[in-house]
């Protein structure tokens, strides 16, 4: 399957297996710009949230928030309202909460689990703090099979505004994502989540810590 390089292309391929034509520029002040684009960005947000895809996480250090009154800082006991010594802002582009809050990036099989996430900040009682979240990566770096089943979804999202066939997209539906039963994890998605998750396993089985494999010699 060639690489997917940028969202315009998933959405015209989408917008393909439904017989339909194709846009230009997301931008465009065309109907069907205006049917599909947003459409599209909706679902991916939340197929990227269904799973912990391995493509689409990013480790970031949190930036500190500042410890003053407006920000529910007591500074006579050198804590917030709620508890915490330390509050973090969570990162702008993630899509839902982290998946792992660590204490050392370099260490991703030793979390940090004592923390407070609130009105998206994250409060703890330590001074440097990093979190894995899920963000919304280009599609040159998706998974094949995941790149698949997006075009499929967004396709059957796309029939009934643009062609009207609500039959059709009911068929490619259950391609995508099988049946209602299912609730949206069969399909080429289901297939993609499996894919992902032994991949991601092989990586964890595989990784090892330089610290404690250091031999002196």
Same mark, same amino acid.
């Given at each position: 399957?060639?690489?997917?390089?940028?969202?315009?292309?998933?959405?015209?391929?989408?917008?393909?297996?439904?017989?339909?034509?194709?846009?230009?520029?997301?931008?465009?002040?065309?109907?069907?710009?205006?049917?599909?684009?947003?459409?599209?960005?909706?679902?991916?947000?939340? +197929?990227? #949230?269904?799973?912990?895809?391995?493509? /689409?996480?990013? %480790?970031?250090?949190? =930036?500190?928030?500042?410890?003053? $009154?407006?920000?529910?800082?007591?500074?006579?006991?050198?804590?917030?309202?709620?508890?915490?010594?330390?509050?973090?802002?969570?990162?702008?582009?993630?899509?839902?909460?982290?998946?792992?809050?660590?204490?050392?990036?370099?260490?991703?099989?030793?979390?940090?689990?004592?923390?407070?996430?609130?009105?998206?900040? +994250?409060? #703890?009682?330590?001074?440097?703090?990093? /979190?894995?979240? %899920?963000?919304?990566? =280009?599609?040159?770096?998706?998974? $094949?099979?995941?790149?698949?089943?997006?075009?499929?979804?967004?396709?059957?999202?796309?029939?009934?505004?643009?062609?009207?066939?609500?039959?059709?997209?009911?068929?490619?539906?259950?391609?995508?994502?099988?049946?209602?039963?299912?609730?949206?994890?069969?399909?080429?998605?289901?297939?993609?989540?499996?894919?992902?998750?032994?991949?991601?396993?092989?990586?964890?089985?595989?990784?090892?810590?330089?610290?404690? =494999?250091?031999?002196?010699?």
């Amino acid at each position: 399957m060639p690489v997917i390089t940028n969202h315009m292309k998933v959405i015209n391929n989408a917008l393909g297996l439904i017989g339909a034509g194709k846009i230009m520029a997301e931008d465009e002040d065309t109907d069907l710009a205006a049917q599909v684009v947003p459409v599209y960005y909706s679902r991916l947000k939340a +197929l990227l #949230a269904m799973h912990e895809w391995s493509f /689409a996480g990013k %480790t970031y250090k949190l =930036d500190a928030i500042a410890k003053t $009154a407006e920000n529910d800082y007591d500074a006579a006991a050198q804590i917030f309202n709620n508890g915490w010594r330390y509050a973090f802002a969570l990162p702008g582009t993630r899509i839902g909460n982290p998946r792992k809050v660590l204490r050392d990036p370099r260490n991703p099989r030793d979390p940090l689990r004592d923390f407070l996430i609130e009105s998206g900040w +994250l409060y #703890a009682d330590r001074d440097q703090v990093w /979190a894995v979240v %899920t963000v919304m990566p =280009d599609p040159s770096v998706w998974d $094949a099979q995941f790149a698949l089943a997006m075009e499929r979804v967004a396709a059957a999202d796309f029939c009934v505004p643009v062609t009207h066939d609500d039959g059709l997209a009911r068929s490619i539906r259950a391609v995508a994502e099988g049946t209602p039963e299912e609730q949206g994890r069969g399909g080429l998605i289901g297939r993609a989540m499996a894919t992902d998750a032994a991949k991601a396993r092989t990586a964890t089985a595989q990784w090892r810590d330089p610290l404690t =494999d250091a031999r002196l010699t």
